[in-house]
């Protein structure tokens, strides 16, 4: 929580950013250790809290039957919604974390899923149970406990956690449906019954922020306060760019933008084989303590 | 309110009131500075005291908060590092500094601004910039308080040159000195060190 920097403070920061070493001792594309815990919310079909840091955020899914939209028969539907908490930052007591809030919703939803709902994360057409009449819609919540900057790395992180936690419960049809008629169905209570989601195709949000003539990973609140502008580029294990949001006042040359993309690629490969080692690592300790 | 200030040349002066009003061309918001805390009234309202010329506005270095209950009271809170060419200023309040040793800097006899109280040492050096091997040395030593307040250990000069040297011993990289395996070296070398003492743990 930075309450303000003298301009002394200021100018060490970037000062040390422009030699190549942060005020953490980090260089200018390392990440800072995270840890990730599973299934802490029981009601929710799946859940996660990671930890980057001092910043701390919390994700679940939650799946609820529903009809399919009339434009895509054969597929279920996912909402992202993020709350940043109150207690979070100063700055976001009362009302003023809304705006972050829609903007960082907004920037998962682009990078995740695409704004028509398809996307490289989720095979939705696993969704459906019967195909125009029933589907699984999924809502993925995300709760920001506390911020020190790289909220949205650390909420694709969580993501992809509470994602490949997430159980779907089977749903066995009993009566053929005519045209109109309802279905009727049972879900299966059986918690071995529950099918899982491979996450391996959802991508990871590297976050590279501007601050003078050179870019950083994985900033902290203090860095964020000094940046020009940042870039969020979502990437996946394939290495292809899922989605691109830009924050920040000041413009990018084009080379500069190319430049970051590429920067963000190299990045990617080593957040994500982490992410996943976290992830397996997380799943260990939950079933040992079963 | 201003009571007097230091002219360079080591002249004080009461207070007028263009002092008073002229502040802002020395210091400014979020401008940080060391002084005494001569009094804490009833309304709140704190009153400092820079008594010598060593206290005034910091520059050139890094500021790291602890919770204010693991610093050690001292005689000093001032701590000149010569070996790593770097002060140290442990506060009270947990707001600990470090920054560039001031004599390691190439000095500039010409700006002698007035800096409110802070005379000829800690001049405004806006200019200097330093060297990545004070750099480094600043971090590490960030690091090794940071360590120290992560295990809840007691801060002061001992613990943390003991921190800074077992991590260039240990051949520990400044960035790996907040992960979990540093942190669990320094709480064993801390544990064996207690029971050699034959300190209950």
Same mark, same amino acid.
Not at chain 2, 83 to 104: E, K, L, P, T
Not at chain 2, 169 to 190: N, P, Q, T, Y
């Given at each position: ?7 002394? =403070? ?25 840890? !990730? ?23 679940? $899914? ?20 993020? =709350? ?37 994360? *989720? ?6 149970? *019967? ?28 993501? #992809? ?6 159980? *779907?419960?089977? $749903? ?26 491979? !996450?391996?195709?959802?991508?990871? *949000?590297?976050?590279?922020? #501007? ?5 950083? $990973? ?16 979502? !990437? ?9 949001? #830009? ?15 590429? $920067?963000? #690629? ?25 | ?25 020395? @210091?400014?918001?979020?401008? &940080? ?66 920054? %560039? ?16 109280? /802070? ?21 590490? &030593? ?7 307040? %992560? ?12 921190? @800074?040297? %077992?991590?260039? /011993? ?9 992960? %979990?395996? @540093? ?19």
């Amino acid at each position: 929580m930075v309450v303000g920097l003298s301009a002394a =403070e200021r100018r060490y920061l970037t000062d040390g950013i422009a030699q190549g070493l942060r005020n953490d001792g980090r260089g200018l594309y390392d990440f800072r250790a995270f840890s !990730v815990e599973l299934a802490i919310i029981p009601q929710a079909n799946g859940s996660a809290r990671v930890r980057l840091g001092a910043t701390d955020v919390i994700t679940s $899914v939650k799946a609820e039957l529903g009809r399919p939209q009339a434009s895509r028969p054969s597929q279920g539907r996912v909402e992202i919604n993020i =709350e940043c908490s109150s207690t979070a930052a100063p700055q976001f007591e009362g009302r003023g974390g809304e705006d972050l809030s829609l903007e960082l919703s907004r920037a998962l939803y682009r990078s995740l899923l695409c704004n028509n709902g398809t996307g490289p994360a *989720i095979d939705l057409s696993a969704l459906t149970v *019967i195909e125009g009449k029933l589907c699984w819609n999924l809502f993925i919540d995300g709760l920001v406990l506390s911020s020190d900057g790289n909220l949205l790395d650390v909420l694709a992180i969580a993501v #992809k956690a509470a994602l490949s936690n997430t159980g *779907i419960p089977k $749903v066995e049809v009993t009566s053929a449906a005519a045209a109109e008629q309802e279905a009727d169905f049972e879900i299966s209570d059986n918690p071995d019954d529950f099918s899982g989601f491979d !996450v391996s195709h959802v991508p990871v *949000i590297i976050t590279l922020t #501007k601050v003078g003539r050179t870019y950083i $990973v994985d900033a902290t609140e203090e860095e964020e306060s000094q940046m020009s502008s940042a870039i969020s580029i979502a !990437v996946n294990s394939a290495g292809h760019v899922c989605g691109i949001t #830009k924050r920040g006042g000041a413009g990018l040359d084009p080379s500069v933008l190319l430049d970051m993309i590429s $920067v963000a #690629k190299e990045v990617s490969k080593s957040l994500l084989s982490t992410v996943d080692a976290e992830i397996m690592a997380a799943e260990s300790r939950g079933d040992d303590q079963m | 309110m201003l009571s007097a200030v230091n002219l360079p040349g080591g002249i004080q002066r009461r207070r007028t009131v263009i002092d008073e009003l002229n502040m802002r061309s020395l @210091f400014e918001e979020n401008d &940080l500075i060391s002084a005494e805390v001569q009094s804490v009234h009833s309304d709140g309202s704190v009153h400092l005291h820079t008594r010598s010329l060593k206290y005034g506005k910091l520059t050139n270095g890094q500021l790291v908060k602890v919770p204010p209950y693991l610093v050690k009271r001292l005689k000093q809170h001032f701590h000149n590092l010569k070996s790593c060419a770097v002060d140290m200023i442990i506060g009270c309040n947990g707001y600990i500094w470090i920054c %560039a040793a001031v004599d390691s800097l190439p000095s500039n006899p010409e700006i002698e601004k007035i800096t409110g109280d /802070s005379g000829a040492p800690e001049m405004d050096s806006c200019n200097e910039s330093i060297s990545l091997k004070v750099r480094e040395n600043i971090c590490r &030593l960030a690091n090794s308080i940071r360590v120290l307040s %992560a295990l809840g250990f007691l801060i002061y000069p001992d613990t943390i040159i003991d921190t @800074f040297d %077992a991590s260039i /011993s240990k051949g520990v990289a400044i960035k790996d000195m907040l992960g %979990a395996e @540093f942190l669990v070296m320094i709480a064993e070398r801390e544990a064996s060190r207690r029971t050699k003492n034959n300190y209950m743990l």
